[in-house]
């Protein structure tokens, strides 16, 4: 039986603990066990340290657990991408995912910008994400910033 959402912790990382190593290479799998190889556009550890790209990490049990990720990426002064969205395999439907997109929002306001998007994929796999995405305003969009048609793709975007 699962239980509400547990008090999380959000952090501005800088990606050198070794447990974001680790989950973000479980991330990485599982985008590319459920997508194309040419449809796979979640960023590596090294893509993710980049300028322009904000990363956090929500931790739970005062900060003993890992329980999800987000990162926004800037594209320009007033419009950004969500990236590297994860909720533990253990911590899933406890809302850790609504509560890092929260999250990000809220950075995302603070930045100054007016519009944020995102793409995640389209197969079965990714049907919670989306409907999550949705909930929280999300409506679907063309390809953006460095993105094409693709039909394992869904691009996502949302006004602040």
Do not use: N
């Amino acid at each position: 039986m699962r239980t509400g959402t547990p008090a999380l912790a959000f952090r501005l990382d800088d990606l050198r603990d070794p447990r974001l190593a680790a989950f973000l290479q479980e991330h990485l799998a599982d985008m590319r066990a459920a997508s194309p190889p040419d449809s796979v556009h979640a960023l590596d550890l090294e893509r993710l340290r980049q300028p322009g790209i904000r990363f956090w990490s929500a931790w739970a049990d005062g900060g003993a657990t890992l329980a999800g990720t987000g990162a926004l990426r800037r594209i320009d002064a007033g419009h950004g991408e969500i990236k590297s969205m994860r909720t533990a395999a253990a911590l899933r439907g406890r809302g850790i995912a609504a509560a890092v997109l929260a999250h990000l929002l809220d950075d995302a306001r603070a930045q100054g910008w007016r519009r944020v998007s995102l793409e995640t994929g389209a197969q079965p796999f990714f049907a919670p994400a989306r409907a999550l995405y949705a909930r929280h305003g999300f409506e679907p969009c063309d390809p953006f910033e460095g993105y094409s048609a693709d039909p394992a793709s869904c691009f996502m975007t949302r006004l602040l």
